[in-house]
């Protein structure tokens, strides 16, 4: 159905509906009652409609064309990316992988291959790149890699804008990132600024999936990482003292916006633990040390994970 017909059409019949039950004193209260439930049910179709059509496009392209929808939906158990197309993808664009040892690197890419094969893959754009699936899920890798569960399966969808997307709730907010429901949502170009500028202590990917990490274990409870969720409370403790520390002057390891509350606090923790880890063990080394054995990794020693799983 044409995009603007099918939306249009309803409100213009919404609006008279509305217009009709005013005008009569709500009289005639069965028959708009039931006109408006009809537009109501015609709206959930059109919207489940939406969120089934998928692009013409067979795999990521990077092509120029414009889909037939204004996001491009990629089930990733259907993407079939060779281990040789991610090998060079990640060796050009993900510094953490080049690091790994020759035996981390095949568990690493088994660990994406599975990742991507559980995720749906929705780009807001008119073109989408392979990179996106790839490298967004190798950053939850990266994160998880100590861990034995590392899917996040409570998130099936991933959400990719080429920049900043609009949250509307309560008032207007833009967003870098953030994770809602079941979806994980990214800004292309502050995701590939965060992993080009690896020591900065600045990564939206590492950011969300921190959220998406502590959702999935401590208010879904599912396929929750027995390490992770009983190292979390020595987190609290010691991560606890950091904040408050932070929280005086002179002291600006953290943003000010991690100091808006704990869960920002964890989110930035792990940007930092990956991107700054000599600045937090000289800093504020028993948070390091925490979170070293709750992530099962040591960037500072550049050891990605202490045992093999």
């Known amino acids: 159905m044409n995009d603007r017909l099918k939306y249009t059409v309803p409100l213009i019949l919404f609006a008279i509906t509305v217009g009709f039950a005013f005008n009569n004193d709500f009289r005639d209260g069965s028959f708009t009652l039931l006109l408006m439930v009809g537009y109501i ?33 990629y089930h990733g158990d259907e993407l079939n990316f060779s281990d040789e197309e991610l090998k060079a993808i990640l060796t050009k664009r993900f510094p953490y992988y080049n690091q790994l040892s020759a035996i981390q690197k095949e568990r690493f890419l088994e660990r994406l291959q599975d990742f991507i094969a559980n995720k749906v893959f929705k780009i807001h754009d008119k073109t989408g790149f392979k990179e996106m699936p790839v490298l967004i899920s190798a950053a939850a890798i990266q994160l998880t890699f100590g861990l034995k569960k590392y899917l996040l399966p409570n998130f099936e969808f991933i959400h990719v804008y080429p920049e900043e997307f609009v949250r509307i709730h309560d008032t207007i907010c833009f967003l870098e990132g953030n994770v809602s429901g079941h979806a994980i949502n990214l800004s292309w170009k502050h995701f590939l600024e965060g992993y080009a500028t690896p020591d900065d202590g600045q990564n939206v990917g590492l950011h969300e999936l921190a959220h998406a990490l502590y959702y999935q274990t ?42 808006k509350n704990f869960q920002e606090f964890w989110a930035e923790s792990a940007e930092i633990f990956f991107e700054k880890p000599a ?12 979170i070293k054995l709750l992530l099962n990794q040591d960037p500072y020693n550049k050891i990605a994970t202490e045992t093999t799983l």
């Open 41 to 73: 049910m015609f709206f959930i179709v059109v919207k489940r409609e939406d969120q089934s059509e998928e692009p013409d496009n067979s795999g990521i392209a990077t092509a120029s064309g414009i889909p037939r929808t204004p996001y491009q939906l």
């Open 279 to 290: 600045a937090m063990k000289a800093a504020y080394p028993e948070l390091y040390d925490t």
């Open 218 to 259: 401590f208010i879904v409870e599912e396929n929750i990482d027995n390490n992770f969720r009983n190292g979390f409370d020595d987190f609290n403790i010691n991560g606890n003292k950091v904040f408050a520390q932070e929280s005086k002057p002179g002291n600006d390891l953290y943003s000010d916006y991690a100091l």
